[in-house]
């Protein structure tokens, strides 16, 4: 079975300072990984997804196989970045997403 | 088009009784998804649509809980004899069809339910 882990409930850092969010996941096959953000009263939506290798709002996420890990970075946080983020994986050709439990970001002033 | 379009946005019911929840997906979007998001937790997958055709189906999905997409437009899901632990925010999604690759999702706000 598919397991996604976000160590981090909550991740406080300062504006200006960088930003790590950790994924982890469980899957012996080729995965499908991808980013989804929750900005206070807004809907769910992607952020980015690994295939695309591409950098949104600042944000990249490398798949690391080896670690099994697909960690979300930013050099510089900003205030407009505080949320809530969630990992999440489907295996190849299926359409049912696994999620983590989240990371609650709070960038402060 | 305003999106995926959920109603209610909020139920509150007594246990023992049925409830329905209704999903208007993005019109161009032939797939569309339920999870159910419980506090502290991330999104759990329950079902998928494809038009009408339902795809995939999740073993927490028990026999209380039914989904349909009668014309593969909008989508209805039913709990019956709803229990305190289907207490929850209900999530719809849809998506474009993108072959084998998993397309980017579209979320709804939500429908809360609550169970006394």
């Known amino acids: 079975a598919q397991r996604v882990t976000q160590p981090e409930k909550l991740l406080s850092v300062f504006k200006g300072a960088p930003v790590e969010l950790k994924c982890n996941y469980s899957?012996?096959?080729?995965?499908?990984l991808f980013w989804y953000v929750q900005y206070s009263r807004q809907r769910l939506q992607l952020l980015l997804r690994?295939?695309s290798r591409e950098s949104i709002k600042g944000f990249t996420a490398d798949l690391n196989k080896g670690e099994t890990s697909f960690h979300l970075k930013k050099p510089f946080a900003q205030e407009e970045d505080s949320a809530m983020y969630y990992c999440?994986?489907?295996?190849?050709?299926?359409?049912?997403?696994?999620f983590g439990q989240g990371t609650r970001l709070t960038i402060n002033p | 088009d305003t999106g995926v379009s959920q109603n209610p946005r909020h139920k509150i019911t007594k246990r023992g009784q049925n409830v329905t929840f209704r999903c208007d997906p993005i019109?161009?979007?032939?797939?569309l998804y339920w999870y159910r998001q419980t506090l502290g937790q991330g999104p759990e997958f329950l079902t998928y649509?494809?038009?009408?055709?339902?795809?995939?189906k999740s073993r927490l999905l028990s026999d209380r809980f039914s989904a349909e997409r009668p014309k593969g437009s909008f989508s209805t899901l039913e709990i019956q004899r709803t229990e305190q632990g289907d207490s929850a925010m209900y999530l719809c999604?849809?998506?474009?069809?993108?072959?084998?690759?998993?397309?980017?999702?579209?979320f709804g706000e939500g429908s809360r339910l609550t169970v006394l």
């Open positions: 899957y012996s096959g080729s995965p499908e």
């Open positions: 019109s161009e979007h032939n797939r």
């Open positions: 690994h295939i």
């Open positions: 999604a849809s998506s474009e069809d993108s072959g084998r690759a998993h397309g980017e999702l579209f």
């Open positions: 999440a994986l489907s295996r190849q050709g299926a359409q049912k997403l696994v």
């Open positions: 649509f494809q038009n009408e055709a339902q795809l995939e």
